[in-house]
């Protein structure tokens, strides 16, 4: 893929941008290790003053900033500015907790270990390379590069090919805020060239959003390098309705969890789980709900989706759309692609899936729902769980007991109990199965990226 900057709503190219060589993807490894050896000397309160001013330095960038992901990757201008607001935000709160969640523990009775006093460190690993998607160019690099700053690790983002401008915003904003140079730089390469940086003895650790293909590609190379990693990959998030919810709420929970972002985060509700007794009743409304969705110009006021962010991304969509169609689902709404320019594809409710279909077990990324009947809570569960991923979920329930059944036995990082799934600086963010190892954001977050050392004091 081309390193280029290409309008989603139009198919016109923006910029293209020249990958850097050799010479120069060496010499940013250089700095940001340079960097590392004057960072780790550091203080919270020096690094907490830095990230301040890099926080204020995006906030009052918003404009821009959101018109530049809107126009790379197309979604709602208003979903963009929102980004960097959240981005700030989540830069501040690890600036003023980043020494709280690094404070490490001491023993109670030292004794146990034969020591006059014992207790625990969290010190930077160094080097981190952050491989990033596009779909949310801003904060998914600040939810890494935030904490990993604070701890005292740099960072060199590789970011998505097609968000180029994103990635040379990013190359400069610590720095902006005060960071030593080369504390945070982009590398303009292609993916075929993480290997190399990964290898590189300076680099000590990774970190990938992304595809699945994406993740095993990085990790294998990690772990053969003996390389800490985390992997935030996708997911096929079960939405479940019971007959006790509210259902008009969930309704409109619903088209919002599955259609922000233009479909495309991996937390969006993807699969819609709903039990016999309020099925049609749900397939109504929530077709009546999408089908009323304003789809058109990402950059005008009004526009609830924009079109996909890649000619292949549609691509792929249109065939997973088509090949459930072809297997005997329905399209309740939606299901053609739009005639005219730009990756257009309209919000979509399916019903009637069998296992057979590649929806069943593939990620739709993009504004395509698929809609399941559950005759119980157990089949609801059995349904949800029969998936490789495992990163978020929603529960829609008033039932005390089946709520807390639920809770307990959705297999995913995350459940959301009468509301849609969100990220927050707050709160732990992570799969498991295929949907990925490690977390970010919270406490763990900052962590993550750590020597947790261990100290004995005879
Ligand atoms: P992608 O193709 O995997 O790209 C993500 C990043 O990985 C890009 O920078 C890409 O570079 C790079 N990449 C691709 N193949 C690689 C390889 N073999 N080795 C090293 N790097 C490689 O994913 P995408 O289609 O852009 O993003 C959508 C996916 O990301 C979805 O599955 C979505 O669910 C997931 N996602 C997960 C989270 C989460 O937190 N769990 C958040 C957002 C998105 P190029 O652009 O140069 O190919």
Same mark, same amino acid.
């Given at each position: ?206 970190? $990938? #959003? =992304?595809?699945? %293909?994406?993740? &095993?590609?990085?990790?294998?190379? +990690?772990?053969?390098? @003996?390389?800490? !990693? ?119 409710? $399916? #019903? =009637?899936?069998? %296992?057979?279909? &590649?929806?069943?077990?593939?990620? +739709?990324?993009?504004? @395509?729902?698929? !809609? ?87």
């Amino acid at each position: 893929m081309p390193i280029a900057s290409i309008n989603p709503a139009t198919g016109e190219t923006i910029a293209r941008f020249e990958e850097h060589d050799d010479a120069e993807i060496d010499a940013r490894i250089a700095a940001a290790a340079a960097a590392h050896r004057t960072l780790r000397g550091t203080g919270f309160a020096q690094r907490r003053e830095w990230m301040h001013a890099a926080a204020d330095v995006l906030d009052a960038d918003v404009d821009t900033a959101a018109e530049m992901i809107t126009a790379e990757m197309g979604k709602p201008l208003a979903q963009a500015r929102a980004e960097v607001a959240k981005s700030a935000k989540a830069m501040r709160f690890y600036a003023d907790r980043a020494e709280e969640f690094l404070s490490g523990w001491t023993l109670d009775d030292p004794s146990a270990v034969g020591a006059s006093r014992a207790h625990t460190v969290y010190q930077p690993l160094g080097v981190v390379l952050a491989v990033m998607p596009w779909n949310y160019p801003i904060w998914q690099v600040i939810r890494f590069a935030a904490p990993a700053l604070m701890a005292g690790n740099t960072g060199l983002l590789k970011h998505a090919s097609n968000v180029p401008q994103a990635a040379l915003y990013l190359d400069t904003l610590f720095e902006r805020g005060g960071f030593p140079e080369g504390s945070f730089r982009s590398l303009l390469i292609p993916a075929a060239k993480v290997e190399g940086v990964l290898r590189d003895p300076r680099v000590v650790a990774a970190t $990938l #959003t =992304g595809s699945e %293909p994406a993740g &095993r590609s990085v990790a294998a190379i +990690a772990g053969s390098e @003996v390389k800490h !990693v985390v992997l935030e990959l996708g997911g096929s998030d079960p939405f479940l309705v019971m007959p006790s919810a509210d259902l008009d709420r969930a309704v409109a929970t619903a088209v919002t969890s599955r259609t922000t972002n233009n479909g495309q985060a991996c937390i969006n509700a993807k699969r819609f789980i709903v039990h016999a007794d309020v099925h049609d009743a749900f397939v109504e409304k929530f077709a009546a709900a999408m089908s009323a969705l304003r789809v058109g110009d990402p950059m005008a006021d009004g526009t609830d989706i924009g079109p996909l962010a890649t000619r292949s991304g549609r691509e792929d969509l249109i065939e997973l759309v088509d090949d459930a169609v072809a297997g005997g689902a329905t399209a309740v709404v939606g299901g053609s692609v739009p005639d005219g320019d730009g990756w257009f594809y309209p919000p979509t409710v $399916l #019903t =009637g899936l069998t %296992p057979q279909m &590649r929806l069943y077990r593939e990620e +739709a990324f993009g504004p @395509v729902a698929s !809609v399941y009947r559950a005759a119980d809570a157990e089949d609801a569960l059995r349904i949800a769980n029969d998936t490789t991923f495992g990163l978020s979920s929603a529960v829609w329930t008033e039932d005390a007991d089946e709520e807390e059944r639920l809770v307990a036995g959705l297999d995913a990082g995350a459940v959301f109990v009468n509301g849609m799934s969100i990220s927050y600086p707050e709160l732990p963010f992570g799969g498991i199965k295929d949907s990925g190892v490690g977390r970010e954001l919270s406490a763990e977050g900052i962590r993550e990226f750590c020597n947790l050392k261990s100290v004995w004091k005879a």
